[in-house]
């Protein structure tokens, strides 16, 4: 993945780095330094001014975060109750807001079974100790909340 010379007019200015397959990239900086912002512009969270975003040698165009996660970019927030996760909602909702196409028919009805066989998949995967799938996620522990933020962040269901 790079970035070449994104920009946000006001916010940063002409960002660069470049991301190789198997490296970790740390943005740092004290309050204020704007990371969260670039973190969320990338994401399409926030709207790039200037620049662009490359993955595997083509260039993409991200102006949401559903074409983020489409291309394989995922955010996770660094307030999860604020930013990661809709705590007033169910593990359930949850599991398919990001990704409604992956459980709605063509209509854009939601399918029950393909709602419960998913959320059943993320529960399993990530060890999350709840009674059922429509249990609120404020209920749940922190550590389940973290849990579930560490593995979805902002982000979508796994292939299936």
């Known amino acids: 993945m790079s970035i070449q010379d994104a920009s946000r007019y006001g916010v940063f200015e002409h960002i660069n ?3 190789r397959q198997g490296e970790i990239l740390g943005i740092t900086g004290l309050v204020g330094a704007k990371r969260t912002e670039l973190a969320r512009a990338i ?3 926030e709207t790039l001014d200037e620049g662009q975003i490359v993955t595997l040698d083509k260039a993409i165009k991200i102006t949401c975060p559903n074409d983020a996660i489409k291309s394989g970019i995922a955010y996770l927030s660094e307030d999860r109750k604020l930013n990661g996760l809709a705590v007033s909602m169910s593990i359930k909702n949850n599991v398919i807001m990001a990704a409604m196409e992956k459980v709605c028919n063509r ?3 939601i399918s029950r079974v393909k709602e419960k066989l998913a959320s059943d998949k993320y529960i399993k995967k990530m060890q999350i100790k709840t009674p059922h799938i429509d249990q609120i996620v404020s209920n749940l522990s922190g550590g389940n909340q973290q849990k579930w933020l560490s593995q979805n962040g902002f982000s979508a269901m796994p292939e299936s």
């Open 17 to 19: 780095f470049d991301l």
């Open 43 to 45: 994401f399409g969270a």
């Open 107 to 109: 209509y854009g009805i």
